[in-house]
C-alpha cells in the first residue's frame, strides 16, 4: 500500500476513533473558503453566460420581427401611389375614391402579413397599417389608417382610441425616435422596445414612402399585436432561471464533491454519525458499498424513490436499475476493484411504483493496502434536468420552424412584391410605347430577370392566314421559332393546344415528350422539355399567346403560371390598346393627307378662278386683235399680208399662255372627248422635242447626261389629250435636268419607264438628281413654289397636276436628298371615246338675222363688222337686258333673230341667264356663246360653244352647224 493509502488509513481510524486535530480543521476551513470562492465565482461565470444567452435569444427573436415589420412597411410604400397619397392628404375626404382604394389596399396587404389580424380581423388596437405626414416639430398628422371601428372594452361606445385616425389628425411622435429617424434617413427601420399600453403589448415598424425625385413625403407605419413575442421573451426567462438554477446546483455539488474529496482524509476523522448526518441532508442518493456492489448503508432520500432505506441493506445495485443499465453498473465496479479511475455513468433506476428515472452515478473507492474494502456512490437524479432539456429543445425546435416560417413568409412577400414590381414596371413600359412589336419585347425583357434559362417569346394570332407570327422574345425562343419557321411564321397545326388557348384556357405542358406537335418536337430539339402557354384575349378576341418553357419537366410551379397569365392579360390590353393606336395614327395620317389634298385643291381653285378672270380680260382685248389679224391677212399687199399674219400667232401665242394659266384648276369639261393616246408614242415624242435641252444644254456645262428608256411595248392606250400630256411629261424632263445640273455632278441619268400596275398604266420619270427632302416634297406641288430662285416660275409641277386632275389619273413622288426623284403618273385603264365623224362643212350661208350680245364694244364692233362682211344682218346689244327686250320686239314684230350669238361674263344679266329666258319665249332658235371663260362653262341650253378669241373660220363653222342642226331638228318635226 502506497504513503497515500496508509495516511488514507491513518486519517479514517482517527475520524472513527474521534481524535480532534486542530491543523486538519484549520485547513479545511482554507479548502472550504478557496472552494466557496471558486464556485461563487463559476455561479457569477454561469450568470452572465445565461444572461448573455437570454439577450441574444431575446434579440434574435426581437429582430426577426423588426425585419418583418419593416418588411411589410417597404411592401406597403409599393403599393401606395406619392402622388395619389399628396392629392388624399390635400383633399382629407374619407370617401375620396383614392382613400377608399388605398385603404382597401393597404388591409388587403395586413390581412396577407399579420398574424393577428389573418384571425381576428383589423379590431385589434393599432394592429394596422397606416402613413403618417411630418409637420413641424414633434407633431405630424395621419393620412392613411386600416384600423376599423371596434368596441374594444365592451361599454357600448366607440372612444376615439377604438376609431381609426382622420386624415390630418395630429400625433405626437416624441416618443417615437425610429420613426423619425426613418423619415431623417430615408431607410426603413423598426422600433427596438415593445410598447405595453391598456390594450396589450406591441412592436412598430416603419418604412419611407419617397415621391418620384426620391424625396421623403411620408412615413408607412406597421402596428403589430407582440403579446406571442413577449410571452416567448418569458418562457426565454424562465428556461434561463431554470438553467441557471440547475448550473448553480451543479456547481454547488461539484464544488461540494470537490470538496469531499479533497478533504476525504479530513472527512474520515468524523464520526460515523457526522458521516450518516451528512448523508441524511444530501439531495442526492448516496450509497455505500462493499466491493461486490451489495449495498451497506444508503441515505433517507431512497424514500422519494419508493424505498425504505432498511429494505435496501444487502441488495445488489444491479437489482434497483433497468436492464440496459446493469452492465454498466457491473464495469463500473469491476473498474472500483481494480482500482481504476471512474467517470460518472448515465444509468436509469427503477423506483418501487415502477418508474424509471435517469441520472448520474457516481461512484469511488476506499482501498486498504490496494484492496477494495468499500464504495461510495452518489445518484444525481436528472429526470427534471432532461425534462427541462427536453422541453427547451421542443421549444428550440418549436422556434426554429417559426423562423424557417417566418423565412418562408419573408420569402413569398418579397417574392411577390418583386412581381408586383415587375408587372407595374411591364404595365408602365408597355402603355409607354405604341408599336405591337415595341410592347410586346418591352414585357419580355422586363420577364427575362424574373424567368432565367427559360425561353419566352409573344405570338400574335393571323386568323386570315391561319397562323401564328412571332412578335417578340428572348435569344431562347429565337432559336426554336427560326428551327421550326425560317419565316417566323407558325402554322395553326403546329400548336396542339390551340382550341383550348382560344377558350382562354392556360396551358401547362409538363413533359414535351407526351406532346406530339411540331412545335413540342422543336421544342425537344432545343433542350426544352417543359412549357406554359397563356392566351392573349381581350373581349372575346383572341389575340394570340405568351409562352415560356424550360429544359427541365414540370419545372414551372402554379405561382409562375398564374403570375404568366397575370402578365399575359397585360399584355392583351397593351397589344389592343398599340393596334388601336396604329388604326388611329393610320387614320390620322390618311385624315392629313386628305386636308393637305383639299388645301392644295382650294389653292388650285383660287389661282383657277383668278386665271379665268385674266383670261377672260385678255381674250375680250384679243378678239379685235386677232380678227383685224385674220383682215390683214386677205389684203392683197403680201407685205400687209405678213403683218397679219405676225399678228395672228402674237395673238396666238397670248391665248396660249392664258390656257396654260387657265389649265391649273380647270377640270376636265363632262362633252370633252378623249382621244385614244400611246403614251409609249407620247415618250418618243417629248425626248426628241426636248434633247436640245437634256443633251446640248447640260454638254456645253459639261454636264454629260444619259436618257433611257424602258418602254412596256404591250402598254394598252389610255383615254387623255395627247397635247396635255406632252407638255407634263416636259416639264418633268425639264425638272429632272435642273436637278442634276444643281447636284453639280459630271454624269446623271434621267429614266422613262411605261407599263401596267393594279389596275392603272403609269408613266415613270426617274432622274439621279439633288432631291428633295420632305418640306420640298410636301410642298412642290403649290403654286409659284419654286427652289431655283429666279429661274424658275413654280408653275411647272402645277400643270402636271392639273393635267392630272382633268385625266382622273394619280401622281406619286419618291426622293430623297442626294439620291434623285422619281415622278410617277398613273392613269386609270379606260376606252377613249371615238370621234364623230364630220361631214365637210359648207362655208357659204344664206344671210342671217343675228343678235350679238357683248359688254366690250371692242368684241360687238369687230365681230359685227365681220359678220355684215360675210352679208348678215347684225343687231347688237350690249347687256342681257337691253338683248332679251331686242329678242322680244323682233318676234313680236314678225322678223325673229335666225341665231344668237352671246358673251357669258356681263354685267345687269350675264349669258347664262339670258339663255334661259330667251328659252322661255324660243326653244328653236340657235344660241352660240363666245366667251373667255373657257368651254367647260357650257350652258346646256345654248347649241354651241367658242372661245375667245375667236378665230372667223370657227365662227362661220358654228353658225353653219347650228343652223343646220336646227333646219334638221325641224324637218324631223315635220314629218
Request: glycine share 6%; proline share 4%.
Amino acid at each position: 500500500m502506497g504513503d497515500g493509502d496508509a495516511k488514507s488509513g491513518e486519517t479514517q481510524d482517527d475520524f472513527r476513533q474521534g481524535v480532534s486535530r486542530m491543523p486538519i480543521k484549520g485547513r479545511s476551513k482554507i479548502k472550504a473558503i478557496k472552494l466557496a470562492a471558486l464556485a461563487a465565482v463559476a455561479i457569477a461565470a454561469a450568470g452572465i453566460l445565461v444572461l448573455a444567452h437570454f439577450e441574444t435569444m431575446r434579440s434574435l427573436l426581437r429582430d426577426e420581427i423588426r425585419h418583418r415589420l419593416m418588411t411589410i412597411a417597404t411592401a406597403a410604400t409599393m403599393l401606395i401611389d406619392p402622388e395619389e397619397h399628396e392629392k388624399i392628404a390635400q383633399a382629407k375626404d374619407p370617401n375620396d375614391p383614392l382613400y377608399r382604394k388605398a385603404v382597401a389596399k393597404l388591409r388587403t396587404l395586413a390581412q396577407q402579413t399579420l398574424p393577428e389580424v389573418q384571425t381576428k380581423g383589423l379590431k385589434l388596437a393599432r394592429e394596422a397599417i397606416y402613413t403618417l405626414v411630418p409637420s413641424t416639430g414633434t407633431t405630424w398628422h395621419f393620412v392613411l389608417d386600416t384600423m376599423l371601428p371596434y368596441d374594444r372594452d365592451g361599454d357600448g361606445k366607440l372612444d376615439s382610441d377604438e376609431l381609426p385616425a382622420q386624415i390630418g389628425e395630429a400625433y405626437d411622435v416624441s416618443d417615437f425616435p425610429e420613426m423619425r429617424r426613418c423619415f431623417l434617413e430615408g431607410r426603413p427601420t423598426a422600433d427596438t422596445d415593445l410598447t405595453v399600453d391598456k390594450w396589450g403589448v406591441w412592436l412598430s415598424g416603419y418604412a419611407p414612402l419617397k415621391d418620384k425625385n426620391g424625396r421623403v413625403v411620408a412615413v408607412v407605419g406597421v402596428d403589430m399585436n407582440a403579446e406571442t413575442l413577449a410571452a416567448m421573451e418569458g418562457d426565454l426567462l424562465k428556461l434561463a432561471v431554470v438553467t441557471f438554477a440547475i448550473i448553480v446546483l451543479t456547481i454547488l455539488f461539484l464544488a461540494l464533491l470537490l470538496y469531499r474529496w479533497q478533504s476525504t482524509y479530513e472527512q474520515l476523522a468524523r464520526t460515523e454519525e457526522l458521516q450518516r448526518k451528512l448523508v441524511e441532508i444530501s439531495t442526492d442518493l448516496v450509497f455505500s458499498f462493499d466491493p461486490d456492489g451489495r449495498i451497506k448503508s444508503v441515505s433517507a432520500k431512497a424514500r422519494s424513490y419508493g424505498y425504505e432505506p432498511e429494505s435496501l441493506l444487502g441488495r445488489s445495485i444491479t437489482d434497483f436499475v433497468s436492464p440496459e443499465s446493469k452492465e454498466q453498473v457491473t464495469a463500473l465496479f469491476t473498474s472500483l476493484r481494480r482500482g481504476e479511475p471512474t467517470q460518472p455513468v448515465q444509468i436509469s433506476v427503477v423506483t418501487g411504483n415502477g418508474q424509471v428515472r435517469q441520472g448520474e452515478l457516481r461512484c469511488f473507492g476506499i482501498y486498504e493496502d490496494g484492496r477494495l474494502i468499500e464504495a461510495w456512490g452518489v445518484f444525481h437524479d436528472l429526470s427534471q434536468l432532461l425534462l427541462l432539456t427536453k422541453e427547451l429543445k421542443r421549444k428550440a425546435e418549436e422556434l426554429s420552424e417559426l423562423s424557417r416560417e417566418q423565412a418562408r413568409l419573408l420569402d413569398d412577400i418579397h417574392r411577390q412584391a418583386e412581381q408586383i414590381l415587375v408587372l407595374d414596371e411591364l404595365v408602365l413600359a408597355a402603355i409607354q410605347r405604341r408599336e405591337i412589336v415595341s410592347v410586346a419585347q418591352s414585357v419580355i425583357d422586363g420577364l427575362k430577370p424574373l424567368f432565367p434559362q427559360t425561353g419566352l417569346a409573344v405570338f400574335r394570332h393571323d386568323a386570315s392566314s391561319e397562323s401564328f407570327v412571332f412578335i417578340a422574345g428572348n435569344d431562347e425562343a429565337l432559336a426554336v421559332v427560326e428551327r421550326l419557321s425560317p419565316s417566323r411564321i407558325i402554322p395553326q397545326g403546329a400548336i396542339q393546344s390551340l382550341t383550348r388557348l382560344k377558350q382562354g384556357e392556360t396551358v401547362k405542358l409538363d413533359d414535351l415528350k407526351e406532346v406530339n406537335s411540331e412545335a413540342s418536337q422543336a421544342l425537344l430539339a432545343d433542350g426544352f422539355h417543359s412549357a406554359v402557354l397563356c392566351p392573349l384575349h381581350i373581349g372575346g378576341e383572341f389575340l394570340g399567346f405568351l409562352a415560356a418553357f424550360r429544359p427541365q419537366p414540370h419545372s414551372f410551379t402554379d405561382d409562375e403560371q398564374a403570375f404568366l397569365q397575370r402578365v399575359a392579360n397585360h399584355l392583351a390590353i397593351a397589344l389592343h390598346n398599340a393596334h388601336l393606336f396604329e388604326q388611329l395614327q393610320r387614320a390620322y395620317d390618311e385624315l392629313q393627307q386628305a386636308q393637305a389634298m383639299l388645301v392644295q385643291q382650294e389653292r388650285l381653285k383660287a389661282l383657277g378662278q383668278m386665271a379665268s378672270g385674266i383670261s377672260h380680260d385678255i381674250g375680250n382685248a384679243l378678239v379685235p386683235l386677232l380678227a383685224y389679224a385674220e383682215l390683214l391677212e386677205e389684203y392683197p399687199d403680201p407685205k400687209v399680208r405678213e403683218w397679219g399674219r405676225q399678228i395672228g400667232m402674237a395673238a396666238e401665242d397670248i391665248m396660249h399662255i392664258v390656257q396654260r394659266l387657265r389649265a391649273f384648276y380647270r377640270p376636265r369639261d363632262p362633252n370633252e372627248v378623249l382621244e385614244p393616246v400611246d403614251l409609249n408614242e407620247i415618250v418618243r415624242q417629248v425626248v426628241d422635242l426636248t434633247k436640245p435641252r437634256w443633251y446640248d444644254m447640260p454638254q456645253r456645262e459639261g454636264i454629260t447626261i444619259v436618257m433611257s428608256l424602258e418602254l412596256d411595248e404591250n402598254l394598252p392606250t389610255i383615254g387623255g389629250i395627247a397635247a396635255e400630256l406632252r407638255e407634263a411629261l416636259t416639264n418633268l424632263i425639264f425638272n429632272a435636268v435642273d436637278a442634276i445640273v444643281a447636284k453639280g455632278e459630271t454624269e446623271g441619268t434621267i429614266t422613262i419607264r411605261t407599263g401596267r400596275r393594279n389596275g392603272f398604266v403609269f408613266l415613270e420619270v426617274t432622274d439621279t438628281g439633288i432631291g428633295m427632302d420632305e418640306e420640298t416634297k410636301r410642298r412642290c406641288m403649290e403654286p409659284f413654289f419654286t427652289t431655283k430662285g429666279e429661274k424658275g416660275s413654280g408653275l411647272g409641277l402645277m400643270m402636271v397636276y392639273g393635267t392630272m386632275q382633268r385625266h382622273e389619273g394619280q401622281i406619286e413622288i419618291e426622293s430623297e436628298l442626294g439620291k434623285g426623284t422619281t415622278f410617277r403618273l398613273l392613269f386609270p385603264l379606260r376606252e377613249a371615246e371615238a370621234k364623230e365623224s364630220e361631214e365637210e362643212e359648207a362655208k357659204e350661208l344664206p344671210p342671217l338675222r343675228i343678235l350679238l350680245v357683248d359688254d366690250d364694244p371692242r368684241v360687238r364692233r369687230i365681230l359685227g363688222e365681220l359678220m355684215k362682211s360675210w352679208g348678215h344682218t347684225v343687231v347688237i346689244a350690249e347687256d342681257g337686258f337691253n338683248a332679251l327686250d331686242a329678242f322680244l320686239v323682233a318676234s313680236r314684230s314678225g322678223q325673229p333673230f335666225d341665231v344668237v350669238i352671246t358673251d357669258l361674263g356681263m354685267p345687269r344679266m350675264n349669258g347664262a341667264e339670258l339663255v334661259r329666258r330667251i328659252r322661255e319665249h324660243d326653244r328653236q332658235v340657235p344660241i352660240i356663246i363666245v366667251t373667255a371663260w373657257g368651254k367647260e362653262h357650257f350652258v346646256p341650253e345654248a347649241d354651241a360653244i367658242l372661245s375667245k378669241p375667236v378665230h372667223s373660220q370657227d365662227l362661220k363653222s358654228a353658225l353653219w352647224k347650228v343652223v343646220r342642226q336646227r333646219k334638221v331638228s325641224e324637218a324631223v318635226k315635220g314629218s
